[in-house]
């Protein structure tokens, strides 16, 4: 389970005049996310979503607030929760000149995975994935959908606990996306801890038990999709984000 507890994180943008203003990217967030569920981080571009999860990942340090691993922090724990840890954003960039065999063997070997067990665990998920066919070829020369498969098999290579996916489905044509929610879905089925941010409203409702909307750092509604809907008195998360947040949001 990951826990998360009034977490704040403060920034400092420069205005006219050369002013400085502090203001909160995240406010005063807390939830809890379990084992065989996916939890969707809702918002649009700016709500506070990649901040959050940059948090949860270790990534970027709080200003304030508490994330627990199943009661293992950061401060005593980061290098244990690390490697039961997948994080991964729609724009990671990853090594262009060797194969997505090489890239996938080279993740294996960093996280200690047993010789014999190296090749089993590439085919497997390249399977899962639908990568066969371009296993073996050079990374330049995958299509936009290939590439990110790839940085999928290359954060799910060593079976983490906990998956950390920031709008990892933007800008892929349909097909790569449903291989992608599909394989989300199964990795739900093994009790994994999911935690899956998106602007795609129909996509969280596809694929998420409980969602968590974000506007300007804050939550702004928590629930199922369809507790969601029925607070809000409308058929579908997009209209019910609108409905939560007046109509219009703020850059």
Same mark, same amino acid.
């Given at each position: 389970?990951?826990?998360?507890?009034?977490?704040?994180?403060?920034?400092?943008?420069?205005?006219?005049?050369?002013?400085?203003?502090?203001?909160?990217?995240?406010?005063?967030?807390?939830?809890?996310?379990?084992?065989?569920?996916?939890?969707?981080?809702?918002?649009?571009?700016?709500?506070?979503? @990649? @901040?959050?999860?940059?948090?949860?990942?270790?990534?970027?340090?709080?200003?304030?607030?508490?994330?627990? %691993?199943?009661?293992?922090?950061?401060?005593?724990?980061?290098?244990?929760?690390?490697?039961?840890?997948? !994080?991964? *954003?729609?724009?990671?960039?990853? !090594?262009? *000149?060797?194969?997505? !065999?090489?890239?996938?063997?080279?993740?294996?070997?960093?996280?200690?995975?047993?010789?014999?067990?190296?090749?089993?665990?590439?085919?497997?998920?390249?399977?899962?994935?639908?990568?066969?066919? %371009?296993? !073996?070829?050079?990374?330049?020369?995958? *299509? +936009?959908?290939?590439?990110?498969?790839? /940085?999928?098999?290359?954060? %799910?290579?060593?079976?983490?606990?906990?998956?950390?996916?920031?709008?990892? +489905?933007?800008?892929?044509?349909?097909?790569?996306?449903?291989?992608?929610?599909? %394989?989300?879905?199964?990795?739900?089925?093994?009790?994994?801890?999911?935690?899956? *941010?998106?602007?795609?409203? =129909?996509?969280?409702?596809?694929?998420?038990?409980?969602?968590?909307?974000? /506007?300007?750092?804050?939550?702004?509604?928590?629930? +199922?999709?369809?507790?969601?809907?029925? =607070? +809000?008195? @409308?058929?579908?998360?997009?209209?019910?984000?609108?409905?939560?947040?007046?109509?219009?949001?703020? =850059?």
């Amino acid at each position: 389970m990951i826990k998360v507890e009034h977490l704040k994180k403060e920034f400092t943008k420069t205005e006219a005049k050369k002013k400085h203003l502090k203001f909160l990217a995240v406010d005063d967030v807390s939830f809890e996310a379990k084992e065989g569920k996916v939890i969707g981080i809702l918002g649009h571009n700016g709500a506070g979503k @990649t @901040t959050l999860l940059r948090m949860i990942a270790g990534i970027m340090e709080p200003t304030d607030g508490t994330i627990k %691993f199943d009661d293992k922090n950061y401060s005593q724990n980061e290098i244990e929760i690390k490697k039961e840890l997948a !994080y991964l *954003s729609g724009n990671t960039k990853i !090594y262009q *000149s060797i194969s997505p !065999y090489e890239l996938l063997k080279m993740c294996c070997e960093f996280y200690d995975m047993e010789a014999s067990q190296i090749d089993k665990r590439i085919k497997e998920i390249s399977k899962r994935l639908k990568m066969d066919k %371009f296993l !073996y070829n050079r990374i330049d020369r995958l *299509s +936009t959908g290939q590439t990110q498969k790839v /940085n999928i098999a290359r954060s %799910f290579i060593h079976d983490p606990k906990y998956y950390i996916l920031d709008e990892v +489905t933007s800008g892929l044509d349909i097909i790569s996306s449903q291989i992608i929610l599909d %394989f989300i879905k199964e990795e739900k089925k093994n009790k994994k801890c999911i935690l899956y *941010s998106t602007h795609y409203m =129909e996509e969280a409702e596809n694929i998420c038990d409980e969602c968590i909307m974000l /506007n300007q750092g804050k939550i702004i509604a928590t629930g +199922t999709p369809d507790e969601i809907k029925k =607070e +809000t008195k @409308t058929s579908n998360l997009r209209d019910a984000f609108f409905a939560l947040i007046g109509g219009s949001y703020e =850059e």
